[in-house]
């Protein structure tokens, strides 16, 4: 079967090349092996080993295959009108290339999966500077927002109404989420996508991966791949709200057949839309490589350090009326200051023509603070004794203080894999897993306070500590029946020991120790219907452990339960074959989904003393739905258009939601209980989709536009209008110019403007809900995170 629709190439395209992939001494087909035009991923191959590249640039091109524990193959083709088809066959115990290492946790088209997989190009030509989410904003299902309304900062991503604490990171296979919240925080890892050679979105619980469980996706980010040849590059961008990106990029390429060398240094900076919510990040990603015959060793290390203005509090909506870019916090030094360090070593040994094994180290440290100015705050609780002016006790006091996470995550991952070389190919599998430790320290400082009375500079008013061990075991198998079914198998055994041990911010004793063991089992099957589509049909199951507040913020005697979810999916998949040189091609693909859940965590609308949303645990809810993405090129690819649109129902079958109960001043006098039925779960829009129409009107140049609709989101469960983000579209106009002069490899030039028709719309927001009494004006406690108006993003581009 062919591959999904491909990027277009910039030089113009005159035909296509397929063909099929064998295994060279039993010549049985070799299904996934990765199909790379001149150094570009361009796809792999399907069920029973075929590709096809549908558009081949005029000129000489390196075509180059590659699958786990076999040589690369490379060949020379010469993009010409006439289509051209090529058998190849590759001869077990090659090295192990960075595109295989990932195959571990990735899906194909035998795994009976949903999934996008977006390409280094493709990520290339979205990226101007924007946080990561951004880059996969037109990916069916995913909603992104951004906390300083310019998508630089502290941003967010939900896929089919999850957040990213139901979202598995990992980049390289091993876990990014953060072992307590579970959220991933991108603002940690500026301009990661510049060094990115592949993202896969699997939706839905997709395979197992190490980690948490995904309850609505995993993004699964690769950097492993390397380049042949020497290079240089630079991307410069600058825009509106004194937006700056400047990164350098290097590589030596492969020194003596052997060694590999490649870095990147970025900066990036904004003022941000919202009133003085600047962002200061930088980053570095470092990797050497070494690579012989069937073994392969690489270490890489990558940083991200951020200080950023907090606009985390949103913006109310009684300002957002009169003033949409107002922020709360005044204070000059109201920062988040963080800085997280990665370091990886990755080892790939051939062990024979069947088998083959990757393993990786990992340490992640983390460390940072934020910082805030707190008024007439309670002595008492910063542990500072009263004090006696005057005749008069002063237990009150204006301060500024610090909280801080102190932070490592550590452990191993591995993968052996079998891919029989002396059989029919039909059967491969894969056995891994890894161990995780997390060991994190949680305080708070008073740097500073107007009466502080004996306290010393720094007071340090609360710690607790917290470790976290995570295992898990799986063991996944694809087996091709016939050559048109496929089976796909997938069990997982996970176990968390989590503990913590101390005093919260509010004094209060949080020890606690939780064990859990889940046990996720999943399977599904491929159909191909003929060469050009295929159908399939899976069952998956993930069970996930609460996050630390459900365990610092609920009463001991009422613990959170962990929860679970079933997820079906079914899907059909469509890819046309170029027939001929101006023939169009074709993609479609429909993804049908239902996702049960079990003790699904969701908020209550109660309140604890702090002020903190509490959780609690529904029976039963749902989500389920259609998902399309289709697509389409002409002219070579010239012009294409592609769309996705998810339409959903995101229900809870029963709650009781707990409301408060406000007087004129806002304070609490009472809570309110009422049942509800059928209602919709919180930030779960009813239809997302994306368009794209990009087109070459010149040899070199490529314009795109971009637009984005979302649905109605409620802020809370109540499916209330009052406490809701109302739908939006926003339309993005992307350009791109490439020129090819004599003395450098290339120059491009780009520009992104952002909310082309200027709409003002919000993407997130949250609520504290309630009621009032009568005689209160307020009628709720909505607070929203506005997007930037039109603006603009340039960049230019030099390649060496």
């Not at 910039?10 to 397929?18: D, E, F, T």
């Not at 390397?226 to 400047?246: C, D, I, L, P, V």
């Not at 107002?326 to 990886?344: E, K």
């Not at 491969?428 to 500079?457: C, F, K, P, Q």
């Amino acid at each position: 079967m062919a591959l999904p629709l491909l990027a277009p190439v910039a030089a113009r395209a005159q035909g296509a090349v397929s063909g099929t992939v064998n295994d060279a001494r039993s010549g049985a087909p070799l299904p996934g092996a990765t199909i790379v035009l001149d150094g570009m991923v361009v796809g792999a191959t399907d069920a029973i080993g075929r590709f096809a590249v549908p558009a081949v640039p005029a000129g000489s091109h390196e075509l180059r295959i590659t699958f786990l524990g076999y040589e690369a193959l490379a060949r020379q083709v010469q993009g010409q009108a006439a289509a051209q088809q090529l058998t190849t066959a590759l001869q077990p115990g090659g090295v192990l290339t960075g595109e295989a290492l990932v195959t571990a946790t990735r899906a194909n088209e035998r795994t009976a999966t949903t999934y996008t997989t977006v390409t280094k190009e493709e990520l290339e030509k979205r990226n101007f500077g924007q946080d990561l989410p951004y880059l996969l904003d037109q990916t069916p299902s995913v909603v992104v927002s951004s906390d300083a309304g310019t998508g630089i900062g502290y941003t967010g991503i939900r896929v089919r109404g999850t957040d990213i604490a139901g979202i598995n990171v990992t980049i390289n296979g091993v876990p990014l989420n953060d072992a307590e919240s579970h959220g991933a925080f991108f603002v940690n890892l500026p301009d990661l996508a510049s060094s990115a050679s592949s993202i896969q979105v699997q939706r839905g619980v997709g395979t197992s991966q190490n980690g948490g469980s995904a309850f609505g996706a995993s993004i699964n980010i690769g950097t492993l791949d390397f380049r042949r040849e020497a290079y240089g590059e630079t991307q410069n961008t600058h825009g509106s709200y004194n937006t700056w990106k400047n990164n350098v990029s290097f590589g030596t390429g492969l020194i003596g057949g052997r060694f590999t060398l490649d870095g990147r240094l970025s900066r990036l900076r904004t003022d941000g839309y919202i009133d003085r919510a600047e962002s200061d990040l930088k980053s570095y990603y470092f990797a050497a490589g070494y690579q012989q015959k069937g073994t392969s060793l690489k270490f890489i290390t990558f940083s991200g350090r951020e200080k950023t203005y907090q606009a985390w509090n949103g913006v109310p909506e009684d300002s957002l009326r009169t003033n949409r870019r107002h922020n709360d916090f005044t204070y000059d030094n109201q920062t988040d200051n963080y800085q997280q360090n990665h370091y990886q070593l990755h080892f790939s040994q051939d062990l024979g023509p069947d088998w083959s094994l990757g393993a990786a180290l990992h340490l992640t440290r983390g460390l940072g603070y934020y910082e805030e100015y707190k008024t007439e705050e309670a002595l008492a609780d910063y542990g500072i004794a009263p004090l006696t002016l005057g005749g008069t006790v002063i237990e009150n006091s204006d301060l500024i203080r610090r909280k801080w996470l102190d932070n490592y995550f550590y452990g191993a991952t591995y993968a052996l894999n079998y891919q029989p070389a002396q059989t029919d190919g039909r059967l491969s599998a894969t056995l891994g897993g890894g161990w995780n430790r997390y060991d994190g320290d949680h305080y708070g400082e008073v740097i500073w306070a107007r009466y502080a009375g004996t306290s010393e500079i720094r007071q340090r008013y609360y710690f607790n500590e917290a470790r976290k061990t995570d295992f898990n075991v799986f063991l996944k198998a694809t087996y091709q029946v016939m050559p048109r079914l496929g089976l796909f198998g997938d069990v997982q055994l996970r176990t968390i020991d989590y503990r913590i041990k101390g005093l919260d911010d509010d004094q209060r004793d949080v020890t606690t120790r939780a064990e859990y063991t889940f046990f996720n089992p999943k399977a599904g099957l491929t159909y191909t219907l003929s060469e050009t589509q295929n159908v399939y049909a899976s069952f998956a199951v993930g069970q996930r452990e609460p996050v630390r507040t459900d365990f610092t913020d609920r009463p001991a005697t009422d613990r959170a339960k962990a929860e679970r979810l079933h997820d079906v999916e079914a899907g059909y998949r469509f890819r046309s074959i170029r027939s001929t040189e101006t023939s169009p091609m074709w993609r479609a693909e429909l993804t049908y989904f239902f996702m049960d859940y079990r003790n699904q965590l969701v908020a209550t609308g109660q309140l604890n003393d702090v002020g903190t949303a509490l959780r609690t645990n529904i029976p039963s809810s749902y989500r389920t739905g259609i998902e399309l993405s289709a697509g389409a090129g002409w002219l070579q690819n010239r012009l294409t258009l592609s769309t996705t649109l998810t339409v959903s129902r995101n229900q809870l079958r029963e709650f009781r939601e707990v409301v408060a109960i406000y007087d004129e001043n806002y304070t609490v006098v009472g809570t309110q209980e009422t049942e509800l039925r059928n209602s919709t779960i919180s930030y779960s829009p009813a239809v997302v989709s994306g368009s794209s129409v990009e087109g070459e009107p010149l040899k070199g140049l490529r314009v795109a536009v971009l637009y984005k609709t979302v649905s109605r989101q409620f802020l809370d469960n109540s499916a209330t209008d009052t406490r809701s983000i109302k739908p939006y579209q926003v339309a993005d106009l992307r350009v791109r110019y490439t020129l090819r002069p004599a003395w450098v490899k290339e120059i491009e030039l780009g520009l992104l403007v952002n909310n082309l028709f200027s709409r003002e719309y919000v993407a997130n927001g949250y609520t504290f809900g309630g009621i009032y009494q009568p005689g209160t004006d307020r009628q709720s406690f909505n607070y929203f995170y506005p997007q930037a108006t039109r603006n603009f993003l340039a960049s230019v581009g030099v390649k060496f």
